[in-house]
């Protein structure tokens, strides 16, 4: 089965620090990566996608992959209240279906 | 772009009464949308893959008798909860991927729904 784990938190961080969330998948095959993040209540918004190993950044995100370790982060920079949610993690072997993380809820302290 | 349509954004019904929930890709067409549905502090679940001009695909111990997926067209998905309980309440949510090779899937907004 499928699985793709990641750390339910709370995790807080304070105002303008870096906010390192990690996620880990057992399928061996998947070939893409997903960030979204989902406000209480909201659906899920897109934050980033990564396919190929190493860093990929976008603004004050960067998402972090690791194929062999089967591993992927994403590092918020200079924290901001507003980044405050809940951040789900998915994967995909390319033609099939998501299998989403139980996700991580971010507590940026002001 | 892509952005995706669900409405209504909020329902309540009657136990017994049947709901219709609207999933539309704005500025693209989808061959494939999903249906999830996602309880309190829990994450999303995946409930059915619709896909345009055949029968949905539904993951397992989803009823599809209970769970009506039409797919009529590349932009327009519907999944009805037929005679709804209140076991039902919960966050539906749709969401479209442009390339199904990417598979970058947009959600909508999400339909909260709440029978009594």
């Known amino acids: 089965q499928k699985e793709v784990e990641q750390n339910s938190g709370p995790l807080s961080v304070p105002e303008g620090a870096i906010a390192s969330l990690n996620c880990t998948y057992s399928d061996r095959g998947s070939q893409s990566f997903f960030w979204y993040r989902q406000y209480s209540g909201k659906s899920p918004e897109l934050i980033m996608f990564?396919?190929?190993?190493g860093d990929k950044e976008d603004g004050r995100f960067t998402a972090q992959l690791n194929k062999a370790s089967q591993y992927v982060s994403l590092l918020i920079r200079d924290s901001q209240p507003s980044d405050s949610a809940t951040y789900l993690c998915a994967v995909n072997n390319y033609g099939q279906n998501f299998v989403f993380g139980p996700g991580t809820r971010l507590s940026v302290l002001p | 772009g892509a952005v995706v349509s669900q409405h209504p954004s909020w329902v309540i019904c009657k136990s017994g009464t049947s709901v219709k929930i609207e999933c539309r890709s704005l500025d693209f067409q989808a061959t494939t949308m999903f249906w999830y549905r996602q309880f309190p502090k829990q994450s999303l679940m995946l409930m059915a893959t619709?896909?345009?001009?055949?029968?949905?695909?539904?993951e397992q111990g989803v009823e599809k008798d209970k769970f009506l997926i039409n797919h009529a067209s590349l932009t327009l998905s519907t999944l009805t909860v037929t005679s709804a309980h209140p076991e039902d309440s919960s966050f539906y949510i749709c969401s479209a991927s442009p390339d199904r090779a990417k598979n970058i899937q947009y959600f909508g907004a999400g339909t909260r729904l709440s029978v009594l």
């Open positions: 990564i396919y190929s190993n």
């Open positions: 619709s896909n345009e001009g055949s029968k949905a695909t539904y």
